[in-house]
């Protein structure tokens, strides 16, 4: 079955302390990107990758850092998270042909940082 | 500042009517147009893509787009409950750039 996945679905931790979220893909996609979804603010992206080994910026990088080593796998990493990171996070992966085409999310993940 | 519109709603449509939604944005190089429907604390999904002028229809989706006046919209016709969701435009830039608007709120009446 084509998909994204995420893990963990659910996260409580404590300001401070690093975590990484997964993002898989078995889709093949060249694209994919990491968002973050708050009430009022809707979605908006914070990092995003057009390949391997190509990452980039989106609206809102800051406190968070990624890595895009495989083309399936796109991690998700606060080295630091602050209580203003509680939100609900999703992955994306699409494909490309010469522009990012339809976006297949994954189920996302709620996180909450006391 | 690349911005995407849409006006946040609620919405409300009696159950067999036609639902609009409409999204405004900031850009005329924009290329790609996306409406996504998002049922509550379960992940965007794809209900439409357009990239041309004109309407796109597919079975009670149509989707139109007006680049001159920078606007698209989705009508729902024949709404039924299971259409009660938020419905996400995005806009593509470039190769790389996509934003999303903050969604409306649809809420369809039985």
């Known amino acids: 079955e084509a998909q994204v996945t995420q893990n963990p679905r659910y996260l409580i931790t404590v300001t401070g302390k690093k975590l990484t979220v997964t993002c898989s893909q078995n889709?093949?996609?060249?694209?994919m990107s990491w968002y973050r979804q708050d009430p009022g603010l809707g979605l908006r992206q914070i990092y995003y990758?057009?390949?391997?080994?190509?990452?980039d910026k989106g609206d809102v990088p800051e406190g968070y850092k990624v890595s895009r080593k495989e083309k399936r796998n796109f991690p998700l990493i606060l080295e630091s998270p602050s209580p203003n990171q509680t939100s609900l996070y999703f992955c994306?992966?699409?494909?490309?042909?010469?522009?990012?085409?339809?976006?297949?999310f994954g189920p996302g993940t709620r996180l909450t940082v006391l | 500042q690349k911005e995407v519109e849409q006006n946040s709603g609620p919405l409300s449509v009696p159950e067999g009517a036609i639902a609009s939604l409409n999204c405004t944005y900031s850009?005329?190089?924009?290329?790609?147009f996306f409406w996504y429907r998002q049922y509550s604390g379960k992940s965007p999904e794809l209900i439409m893509s357009?990239?041309?002028?004109g309407d796109k229809e597919d079975g009670r989706f149509t989707a139109q787009l007006n680049k001159a006046s920078q606007y698209v919209s989705l009508l729902i016709r024949d709404s039924q409950p299971s259409d009660s969701a938020t419905y996400l435009c995005?806009?593509?830039?470039?190769?790389?750039?996509?934003?999303f608007g903050k969604g409306t709120r649809l809420h369809i009446l039985p």
């Open positions: 889709m093949n996609h060249e694209y």
């Open positions: 995005a806009v593509i830039w470039g190769d790389d750039k996509i934003i």
């Open positions: 994306a992966s699409s494909f490309t042909s010469g522009s990012i085409n339809e976006q297949f």
């Open positions: 990758s057009m390949n391997v080994e190509v990452t």
């Open positions: 357009i990239y041309s002028n």
């Open positions: 850009d005329r190089v924009s290329q790609s």
